[in-house]
């Protein structure tokens, strides 16, 4: 239980926020799989990473954690070993379903499974593409969820069409293409994520993409190399919408990721009248990063249509941006989002009921939700649904309610960002 203090103190300065958490978890996944060693700095240290770091130690993968580093002593693509017990991956969709894709692979036999959301979140998404390959890939309780049971087997190249836009989806996909007869390609409905076609190549794969396309050669070796992980732009949002809900504020947030795959955001921002900056723009390891500039803005934030392509490169931002959208003055309407249904809650429904605790005028529509802004909310106590995104959206709308937010469970923040509440408070 944790009641988030209002504040009328200007939140200013330089903050930095921790590193990527998809970077992470590949910056494991592919240094494992590499030969040589993989010198990973500013790893997310964060529930989710430390479950991909785990499996692959039991996997026989020596990794070394230091404050400064991680070091990966990758074994090549054939180095995993059967490990002695399930792999469990917490609470992490990104290690269930990327590690999949490896697995499929294997010449050998993985129970894998997770925490309570996990065993609920879809896994024929992976099943139907990785069985196409020739796969064995089985769902224990027959309900399409984990446990899985991933028997390796020799796989061919496909071409497959995915029903969803998910770099979870590609990436186990493009991952199992690297141990495939023949090249694989997906194609999305939508551009997600793409670090895995980045950082592969990075790494040495023969992978390449083309608009909502990416393609993947069989690979006989991959090679270790360094990665400087930027800063989370998912993290940075909630940082974002503080500096620009907070009268006064002027935050300065360092070298984070922007990777037009991921920083809808700050278009949004933009869109809904924000004053939002990019500033000191560069490219390090093919990944762009900026340092972003916020002021506060609440007074000119405006509803605006949030559709379409753009919502995978926001998708993780979206119950940010729905407290935004009931401070800011006018109608959002956020539509083609229905994959919110299946992250680590139901985010739809989870945002729906905690804003009209808030006393928010909010209609959950079936792909997404309509906010109408007030300028203003109520405060109360809200329920996390041991969302880490759930948690710290309403922190920051805590901020600045009429009445103190009380968040039920916020312990699950260490899924993404441990720190984030000493930070926050750091602040005012
Ligand atoms: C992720 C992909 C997204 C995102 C998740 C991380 C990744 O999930 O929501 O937090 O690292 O590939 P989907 O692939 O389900 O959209």
């Known amino acids: 239980m944790k009641t988030v203090l209002q504040t009328n103190t200007p939140l200013k300065g330089t903050i930095t926020v921790p590193g990527d958490k998809s970077i992470s978890h590949r910056s494991i996944m592919f240094g494992a799989l ?120 020799k796989l061919h190249g496909i071409d497959f069409t995915s029903p969803v836009a998910s770099a979870q989806v590609k990436s186990s996909v493009l ?76 935050l300065l947030i360092k070298n984070v990721g922007i990777n037009p795959t991921r ?17 000191n723009e560069r490219v390090s390891g093919g990944e762009k990063t900026a340092d972003i500039y916020v002021e506060y803005s609440k007074d000119s934030l405006k509803g605006i249509t949030i559709e379409g392509d753009i919502i995978p490169t926001l998708i993780d931002e979206i119950p940010v941006i729905a407290i935004l959208a009931a401070y800011a003055d006018g109608t959002t309407i956020i539509k083609d989002a229905a994959e919110l249904h299946v992250k680590e809650c139901d985010r739809i429904d989870a945002m729906d009921n905690d804003l009209k605790i808030m006393g928010a005028d909010i209609t959950a529509t079936e792909d997404g ?12 106590t809200i329920k996390s649904y041991n969302d880490h995104r759930i948690s710290m959206s309403f922190a920051i709308a805590g901020l600045v309610s009429d009445a103190p937010v009380t968040i039920d469970d916020e312990k699950c923040v260490s899924i993404s960002y441990p720190t984030f509440f000493s930070t926050l408070e750091s602040l005012y």
């Open 34 to 153: 590499a030969k040589g060693i993989t010198k990973v700095t500013n790893f997310l240290m964060a529930d989710d990473c430390l479950s991909t770091i785990s499996v692959f130690r039991k996997m026989g993968i020596d990794i070394e954690v230091s404050d400064k580093e991680i070091l990966v002593y990758g074994k090549g693509l054939h180095g995993l070993k059967k490990p002695d017990e399930t792999l469990y991956t917490g609470n992490s969709g990104t290690t269930t379903r990327l590690i999949s894709g490896i697995l499929a692979a294997q010449d050998f036999e993985t129970r894998l499974t997770g925490d309570a959301s996990i065993e609920k979140r879809p896994m024929k998404r992976i099943m139907t593409p990785l069985s196409m390959m020739g796969a064995d890939i089985k769902s224990e309780k027959d309900n399409g969820c984990a446990p899985l049971i991933i028997n390796g087997r």
């Open 369 to 380: 939700m309509i906010i109408k802004g007030t300028g203003h909310l109520n405060g109360g």
């Open 263 to 279: 920083a809808g955001i700050i278009k949004v921002v933009k869109a809904m009248g924000g004053k939002i900056e990019l500033q």
């Open 175 to 250: 991952l199992a293409g690297l141990y495939a007869d023949g090249p694989t390609s997906v194609t999305e409905p939508a551009l997600s994520r793409n670090h895995t076609e980045v950082m592969l190549k990075g790494f040495g794969a023969d992978i390449s993409s083309e608009g909502l396309t990416a393609w993947i050669k069989p690979a006989s070796e991959l090679f270790a190399c360094d990665i400087d992980v930027p800063s989370d732009i998912s993290s940075a949002a909630y940082f974002i919408a503080a500096a620009l809900l907070v009268p006064g504020s002027e």
